[in-house]
């Protein structure tokens, strides 16, 4: 027998049942709001008629509900399931029949475990909700509510547990969600601002606590608490280490090289896919120990001004509003430090130009698809796909094979993302041989190149116009090179700029395989683009 209350009130006999939103339904839900306890006529009567007048007849219009329950529900192992004296009834609930006590009682057993012990109980407990408590049945409220803040106790400690294991991840969106639902607690807030800075994301700690802080003023009148507070100045007085985690890089020991070379600013441009970020990130890690004030990572897709972002970062809690005072801010800011900056995405110079540290003791690497833009001073570096030997080898370590069908390499054309797309679909294909990889690849590459590459190639065409567009998806029947025929230069020549097709001569372009059959992959909407010169006849092969 279970009764479950934590959510739309539900019976389980030998099948489950709902008792509807009845009369006879109030009776239950007002019985087992007090289980075991003796609940009066008066309460019931109440109950069944809430906020009106209750009819001459309500206590017999009481005793026939009561019966149509006994004929729903099995007795208890002592009796009947509904008792009865004369101005009261009780329902007897045995252990762990009503969910809203078993929740309770697992919320107890996980405040006396440890680690991933109370992680299972609390699980479990927060498992048993359905929704709102006795949704659907109109019932008094102060029960309700305690259940409601049962609810709240048992996602924050299993926020505070998440944190104990070092999940941050996890802890951090139960936190957010208890704010959210429950914004004046302030334990939560403080769970939520340590998840954050241990996490690494100091800005989003600083953010909390000004959240934090603002409703505690509004609301209450008061401030934040001492262990809010002790929080806050922790994320205050961190180093910002933001830098993704380091990966197993192949090849590109002259890019390397160059990197760290001692220049203000490099930048790195390549086509999407190429492994840019993955360099710039490996470079970064070695040379942390050159900037000993913070690592920021910031990727420039996001909607917050960067500048805004940068001065969060290094713990600015006056932010002004005007972004040539935020940029002014910023460069005041990192003067003062020795930081190693990482932009990944710059879209254009006017982007980034403001953001460029004005002394000396600061370094600021910058990843870019796009090629028509320039800094001055600043180190470029264009990456190109792999060469044959280290291509073989990034795939041969990432599909855990020896083996390789060469038409592999050929369809990835030393693309990084491709092959590692290639690789993930080998691996995750136990049964799949490198030649069944390879005649996949010829059949449907649109399949095998649907996760990485396709990412890093959908941020580039989000900012494409219609004309450029409509070029790209004309890719997609091109032969790997082609002329342009008159006035068709300029839509190209954007696609060049943005690194989805290389200039080999005037009016000459060359497409990279992958990103050929990816703009064969994307749905035509508009006719094919009438610039292509397909006549043309091509010059070289593929790449």
Known sequence: ???????????????????????????????????????????????????RAAPASAEANLRTYVWQLRRMLPDHQDGPRIERTADAYRIRVGPGELDAQRAAELGAAARSARGTEALGLLHEALGLWRGRPFEGVEVEPEPVAQLEQLHLDL????????????????????LRSVVAD???????????????????????????????????????????????????????????????????????????????????????????GVGKTALVVHAAHRLVPGFPDGQLFVSLGGSEPVAQRLLRAVGSTDVPSDPEEQAALWRSEVARRRLLIVLDGARDAAQVRPLLPATPGSRMLITTAHRGWHLDGAVRIRLQPLGEEDATALFASAAATRTLDRRVLHGCGGLPAALLDAAARLLTRPYWTPQRLADELAEDPCQVFSGAVRQSVGAALAGLSVTEQSAWRALGSAPAEFGAEPGTR?????????????????DRYRSHPVLRHLAACRPARTPRHRLLALATPPIGGPL
Request: charged share 25%; aromatic share 4%.
């Open 490 to 506: 300029a839509a190209y020549e954007s696609l060049v700029d943005k690194g989805l097709l290389d200039s080999t001569g005037p």
């Open 155 to 174: 996602r924050e400690h299993l926020g505070e547990v998440q944190l104990t294991l070092g999940r941050g991840p996890d802890a951090i969106a139960t």
């Open 182 to 272: 429950a914004p004046l607690r302030e334990t939560a807030w403080t769970l939520l601002v340590r998840a954050q800075h241990t996490s690494g994301l100091r800005t989003e700690a600083l953010v909390a606590y000004r959240e934090a802080a603002e409703v505690f003023r509004a609301e209450l009148g008061i401030e934040p608490g001492p262990a809010l507070t002790a929080a806050h100045r922790l994320a205050l007085g961190s180093t910002r280490r933001e830098l993704p985690r380091d990966v197993h890089l192949i090849g590109r020991d002259t890019e390397l090289a160059r990197l760290e070379e001692p220049a203000p600013v490099v930048i790195v441009d390549g086509m999407p």
């Open 1 to 51: 027998m279970l009764f479950h209350v934590l959510g739309p009130l539900e019976v389980h006999t030998t099948i489950p049942c709902r008792p509807g939103a009845g009369k006879p339904a109030a009776v239950l839900a007002a019985l087992l709001l007090r289980p075991d306890a003796w609940v009066g006529v008066d309460r019931l009567v109440e109950a069944v008629w809430p906020g």
